[in-house]
């Protein structure tokens, strides 16, 4: 199984972008996003749990980020809008069916992960 992620790129603070990331051949129950800044820690940003029923976001991206989950596509995506420069890293997906609640935030949580796609944002 592998997850491929894609639609990083450069763009103005303010500005938007939407992450996309494709698991080949099986739909998983839960998929997030996580983040790393050159010299920083991988950090949380966002995840769907149990198919969709629940979704959790980092405090600094609530209400700038949206994650969403297309089930007949095998994808699930991050929409990013109003980006900062402290946004600015290379975001991760993953993926897994036995994820539970209390590891929803952590990347031990998850065993499938894409390659990395860069995000930059420009002051």
């Known amino acids: 199984v592998q997850l491929q992620a894609s639609g990083g790129g450069l763009v103005q603070s303010g500005g938007s972008l939407r992450l996309s990331c494709r698991s080949s051949?099986?739909?998983?129950?839960?998929y997030a996003w996580f983040r790393q800044a050159p010299g920083k820690e991988r950090e949380f940003v966002a995840a769907?749990?149990?198919?969709?029923?629940?979704?959790y976001y980092a405090d600094s991206v609530k209400g700038r980020f949206t994650i969403s989950r297309d089930n007949a596509q095998l994808t699930a995506s991050l929409q990013m809008n109003g980006l900062r420069p402290e946004d600015t890293a290379v975001y991760y997906c993953?993926?897994?069916?036995?994820?539970?609640?209390?590891?929803?935030?952590?990347?031990?949580?998850?065993?499938?992960w894409g390659q990395g796609t860069l995000v930059t944002v420009s002051s």
């Open positions: 993953a993926a897994d069916n036995g994820v539970i609640l209390s590891s929803v935030r952590k990347s031990s949580g998850y065993d499938y």
């Open positions: 051949g099986r739909t998983f129950g839960s």
């Open positions: 769907t749990w149990r198919r969709g029923g629940n979704t």
